[in-house]
């Protein structure tokens, strides 16, 4: 029984290093699982937002659609104005160019109110995307992290698992970031990820 008891402490030799190894692999994952919910529920709020911008867009085309339509029915009854006939008919006229002068103002002022919301739920896009991009970077670095871990543990490679802890720590931050919605957003990685 002797015998069985020291081939197995002699197979699995106690190693500080496959300790850390486990510790950091154990908590960058569960950190990367947290992101990526994080994560889902942004780019949930982005698909959100960009729909909006583009539901306001579109409204505000048709509004400067009704807007031409209307300035144009006043052009047509301004250039007819002159071969009217009887004061009667004339009032008529007139009062539609009126009508058609007011509904071309009312659509100009509702495009801005709709254009700034439209311009609101863009910034709101850009602003997730930000933190969208933050936790795709933690992710790649919790990722790395983990594989260069487990090739530390089985190469017994110190500076390996130093090298993996940096790229978790690296991930961390990222994560916090955007957890506490800090503007840090390093373009180069960006570009390279993206």
Same mark, same amino acid.
């Given at each position: 029984?002797?015998?069985?008891?020291?081939? =197995?402490?002699?197979?699995?030799?106690?190693?500080?290093?496959?300790?850390?190894?486990?510790?950091?692999?154990?908590?960058?994952?569960? &950190?990367?699982? %947290?992101?990526?919910?994080?994560?889902? +529920? =942004?780019?949930?709020?982005?698909?959100?937002?960009?729909?909006?911008?583009?539901?306001?867009?579109?409204?505000?085309?048709?509004?400067?659609?009704?807007? %031409?339509?209307?300035? +144009?029915?006043?052009?047509?009854?301004?250039?007819?104005?002159?071969?009217?006939?009887?004061?009667? @008919?004339?009032?008529?006229?007139?009062?539609?160019?009126? !009508?058609?002068?007011?509904?071309?103002?009312?659509?100009?002022?509702? !495009?801005?109110?709709?254009?700034?919301?439209?311009?609101?739920?863009?910034?709101?896009?850009?602003?997730?995307? %930000? @933190?969208?991009?933050?936790?795709?970077?933690?992710?790649?670095?919790?990722? =790395?992290?983990?594989?260069?871990?487990?090739?530390?543990?089985?190469?017994? !490679?110190?500076?390996?698992?130093?090298?993996?802890?940096?790229?978790?720590?690296?991930?961390?931050? &990222?994560?916090?970031?955007?957890?506490?919605?800090?503007?840090? @957003?390093?373009?180069? &990685?960006?570009?390279?990820?993206?």
């Amino acid at each position: 029984m002797s015998d069985i008891k020291e081939a =197995i402490e002699t197979a699995v030799p106690e190693s500080s290093l496959n300790s850390r190894v486990a510790t950091l692999v154990a908590v960058v994952a569960t &950190l990367m699982a %947290i992101g990526n919910i994080k994560d889902g +529920n =942004i780019v949930q709020n982005m698909s959100q937002a960009n729909s909006r911008a583009v539901g306001q867009w579109n409204y505000y085309q048709a509004k400067s659609t009704k807007e %031409i339509l209307a300035e +144009n029915g006043a052009t047509q009854l301004r250039a007819q104005l002159p071969g009217v006939t009887g004061a009667a @008919h004339r009032e008529t006229v007139e009062k539609a160019i009126t !009508k058609f002068e007011a509904e071309a103002k009312r659509y100009s002022r509702e !495009k801005e109110e709709i254009k700034k919301q439209a311009e609101g739920y863009e910034t709101e896009y850009d602003r997730l995307n %930000i @933190h969208d991009d933050q936790l795709d970077m933690a992710e790649a670095c919790f990722t =790395i992290a983990i594989t260069m871990a487990g090739i530390s543990a089985l190469t017994k !490679k110190d500076w390996l698992f130093r090298f993996a802890a940096a790229l978790g720590g690296m991930g961390v931050f &990222l994560e916090t970031a955007a957890f506490l919605r800090w503007a840090f @957003h390093p373009e180069w &990685l960006a570009k390279l990820l993206g």
